[in-house]
């Protein structure tokens, strides 16, 4: 295996290592936590030192949402607070106003940020359907501050634990958006040690080759109904399914039927509830930024969001409750029980039952758009660049054929597929940012961002500089290999499964999931554009906005 991923293993390994690092002084729990956040924090600081670029010289009348763009800045220097200086002033400055001294003198106010207000983005994002523009909006302003408000919200992310949130009603005691402290750091752990690192998740590859296999039939079916009998519309609706389908099998231990000619009837109203909800995806985002102070103005996203959260509770309870009864009846009988994720958690009780319901809920929710969306894109960029598809599908048959079934182990013998990951979700990161709320008051790019000041790390304007990435806005899969030193790509500019501690946890079965299906795909398709492939619109990236379904034609190779 080319060590072509050195840098970016040792990355991980590092960031793994420390959210595995179990302090030697157990004897207090608030000791425990303070010592395996603190260098999350720093390293987390560092990154956005990095990510937000330069100290922008603050220009009078600029710094419009989209209006002149704010100056392209160098790299900031990160910094803390300097000891004494404080938040107190915050307000001190204005937007456009001149700077009240030099950087010696202490840092500029977030008030001197340039960029758009809280009233400007209220407009951008309700009234001019911003989210859908996202993209844009972050690579033509590169200070995209958020409300600077304090303020609970579900799940409001940190920079390590220690927030309590809101909670909706229907919220199981243990419930991941209630337990954001030392209870979080907790459940995370437990299910870390279980799906951190690639090897970990390489036992589930037969599971997922199996939904794999049902994919390729169904798109067989598809085939044969269309009328070029190649063309399937909608890849996103198929993807969709099979992420589920993936997903579930690996969470719940249990097929759901997502992939059949005839989907059961409790499948087909679960994927239509689940459909809801991530149609109401957008509708939560605004509820998440609503101030609790405007929700008994504005109720209904913050009911949908409570209303949606609470259905996927109760369908996770239901899987999980089959299995364990499942379970249960095996153990009765005195037979032995071995088995998936769900299994080991209920086995080794490290988890309360709550706790379990609540996690499986949350990863069945942030699992299954993420990686079809993910795939959709992957499909359309091979679609579009038959050249790149070329010569990955050449990396495949050398390096594994046309006939083998690959599993985990098989991947990293195809370094092109890895490659071709990253570089779609460089390009469509699918999140369109990860927020942070400062834990402290922090000093980056000669900024005073005061504690309690929610930030986004901006994927869009990273990914699409061309400093970070030459040539940014062309799909080239091959820039992830390195073949010599000098020939490196920034491993910071792209992070789209996030960074730290609250990082993604289904990392690495998204990418198992989608490793293994673009090798069988392209062993069995080639994949072309049809009359009915569109350009990605300006208006089309991401989640939030999936812009129109992707048609593409699977051409036989077998
Ligand atoms: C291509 C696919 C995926 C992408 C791009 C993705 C991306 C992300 C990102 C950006 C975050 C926020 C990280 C941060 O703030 O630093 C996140 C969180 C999360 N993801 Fe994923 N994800 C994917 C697939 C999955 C899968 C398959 C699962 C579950 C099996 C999953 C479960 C989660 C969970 C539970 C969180 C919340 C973590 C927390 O709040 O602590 N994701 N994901």
Not at 180 to 188: A, Y
Not at 508 to 520: D, G
């Amino acid at each position: 295996m080319p060590r072509r991923y050195e840098f970016e293993e040792a990355l991980l390994e590092h960031v793994e290592a420390e959210q595995r690092a179990t302090p030697k002084d157990n004897s207090s729990p608030n000791k425990k936590i303070a010592s395996n956040n603190q260098p999350t924090q720093t390293d987390a600081m560092a990154l956005l030192a990095r990510i937000l670029k330069a100290p922008v010289s603050p220009a009078p009348g600029r710094g419009g949402f989209l209006g002149a763009g704010a100056p392209r800045p160098s790299r900031p220097e990160g910094a803390r607070l300097p000891a004494g200086a404080r938040a107190e002033d915050k307000g001190a400055g204005r937007r456009g106003a001149p700077r009240a001294g030099s950087q010696a003198e202490g840092p500029r106010s977030l008030a001197a940020m340039p960029g758009p207000r809280t009233l400007a983005n209220l407009v951008e994002f309700f009234w001019k359907d911003g989210f859908s523009r996202i993209h844009e909006i972050q690579t033509e302003t590169w200070w995209l501050r958020c409300s600077g408000q304090r303020g609970p919200r579900p799940r409001e992310p940190t920079w390590g634990p220690g927030r309590s949130t809101d909670t909706c009603e229907g919220d199981p005691p243990g419930s991941s958006r209630r337990e954001e402290g030392e209870q979080w750091l907790k459940m995370r752990r437990v299910l870390r040690q279980r799906i951190l690192k690639p090897r970990d998740v390489a036992i589930f590859s037969s599971e997922i080759n199996q939904v794999i296999a049902d994919l390729i039939k169904r798109i067989y079916v598809l085939k044969s109904q269309a009328e070029d009998g190649e063309t399937v519309t909608n890849v996103n609706d198929l993807f969709f399914k099979y992420s589920m389908e993936g997903v579930a099998t690996i969470l719940y231990e249990s097929r759901l039927g997502c992939l059949e000619d005839s989907i059961p009837q409790a499948t087909v109203d679960y994927i239509e509830a689940l459909g809801l909800m991530f149609s109401m995806f957008k509708t939560s985002m605004y509820a998440g930024a609503i101030p609790r102070w405007l929700r008994p103005f504005i109720p209904k996203p913050w009911r949908e969001f409570c209303r949606s959260w609470d259905g996927l509770f109760r369908f996770s309870q239901i899987h999980v409750d089959n299995k364990l009864k499942d379970i249960q009846s095996h153990m009765d009988s005195g037979e032995s029980v071995r088995g998936g994720l769900l299994t080991c958690l209920f086995l080794s009780q490290e988890l309360t039952l709550e706790e379990i319901y609540a996690n499986m809920t949350e990863m069945l929710l942030a699992g299954v758009d993420t990686t079809s969306f993910t795939l959709s894109w992957a499909v359309y960029l091979l679609a579009r660049h038959p050249e790149v598809q070329q010569m990955v599908y050449q990396e495949i048959l050398k390096n594994l054929g046309d006939r083998h079934v690959p599993t985990a182990a098989d991947v990293p013998k195809v370094p092109l597929v890895r490659a071709l990951l990253k570089e779609t979700l460089r390009l469509f990161p699918v999140l369109p940012g990860n927020g942070r709320v400062t834990q402290e008051d922090l000093v980056i790019g000669g900024y005073l961002i005061p504690k309690g000041t929610q930030l986004a790390l901006c994927h869009y304007a990273t990914s699409y500089a061309d400093e970070n990435f030459p040539r940014a806005k062309e799909f080239r899969p091959e820039r992830w290999l390195r073949k010599g030193r000098l020939d490196r790509v920034d491993n910071f500019g792209s992070i789209p499964f996030g960074y730290g501690v609250r990082s993604c946890i289904g990392r690495r079965i998204a990418e198992l999931e989608i490793h293994l299906l673009v090798i069988q795909l392209l062993q069995h398709f080639e994949i072309k554009t049809s009359s009915w492939t569109k350009a990605v619109p300006a208006k089309t990236h991401g989640l939030l906005t999936p812009g129109g379904p992707i048609h593409v034609r699977f051409v036989n190779r077998k």
